[in-house]
């Protein structure tokens, strides 16, 4: 099956201009996380849809992000206007239904979008 | 909240030698332990996983022990290769949380 794809793979923008990131997640996969490592830092949690709804996006640092997942497929990011602070790798995940059987479901990361604000 | 600490890299090893990357917690209840690896120009990869106390994870050679006693989960294997090159992430999932809390990353070298 195809994996979890992410565009682009490098953004370079100035500060002030508008980046969206786009997250292609398996197909079948209701669940979709955003994350994101800034300068070699911790990966940090951004928000999670189950299909088409926001789960959770207590991790979404300020309202300069937008995420959206019309039609439960496809999500994008946005960062408009975007900051020097925002540079980092955007990193989307999706999964099935969690698991009671094994505890935990296990998250399909893609490869990340590595944003460059100047 | 919940938190996860890895030893800061990079750790340089020859090949065939010892890998030990530890990793500490903070949690409340009984989170779920994993470590994902990404190689270069991928994406994470999970590597192995325990979801309660005293499970094992085990894949690829590398093996992973959860103790609560010492809110640990360290990263072992016995035999590195050049292939084995990537970073590591300890991660936690927490009770009643679907998102990951990850540590910063360990970055990995070995030398042939």
């Known amino acids: 099956e195809a994996g979890v794809t992410q565009f682009p793979s490098h953004s370079v923008i100035e500060k002030g201009q508008t980046v969206t990131l786009r997250c292609d997640p398996i197909?079948?996969?209701?669940?979709l996380y955003w994350y994101r490592r800034v300068m070699g830092k911790e990966i940090k949690f951004l928000l999670h849809?189950?299909?088409?709804?926001?789960?959770?996006e207590s991790g979404m640092p300020n309202n300069r992000f937008l995420a959206e997942r019309t039609g439960g497929t496809y999500s994008t990011l946005k960062v408009q206007p975007a900051e020097l602070e925002d540079s980092g790798v955007y990193f989307c995940?999706?999964?099935?239904?969690?698991?009671?059987?094994?505890?935990?479901?296990?998250?399909?990361f893609g490869a990340g979008s590595r944003l460059t604000v100047l | 909240g919940n938190s996860v600490t890895q030893m800061e890299g990079p750790v340089t090893l020859s090949e065939e030698a010892f890998l030990t990357i530890n990793c500490t917690y903070t949690?409340?209840?009984?989170?779920?332990l994993f470590w994902y690896v990404q190689y270069p120009g991928e994406g994470l990869q999970l590597l192995l996983k325990?979801?309660?106390?005293?499970d094992k994870g085990s894949n690829k050679g590398f093996e992973a022990t959860y103790r609560k006693e010492t809110t640990s989960f360290h990263l072992e294997k016995g035999s590195v290769q050049v292939s084995d090159s990537a970073v590591y992430f300890c991660?936690?999932?927490?009770?009643?949380?679907?998102?990951?809390?990850f540590g910063s990353g360990t970055r990995l070298q070995v030398q042939p």
């Open positions: 995940a999706s999964s099935q239904e969690f698991s009671a059987s094994s505890g935990a479901n296990v998250l399909t």
């Open positions: 197909s079948g996969h209701d669940n």
């Open positions: 849809f189950v299909k088409e709804s926001k789960q959770d």
């Open positions: 949690a409340t209840g009984y989170p779920s």
């Open positions: 325990a979801t309660k106390a005293d």
């Open positions: 991660a936690l999932k927490g009770t009643g949380r679907r998102a990951l809390t």
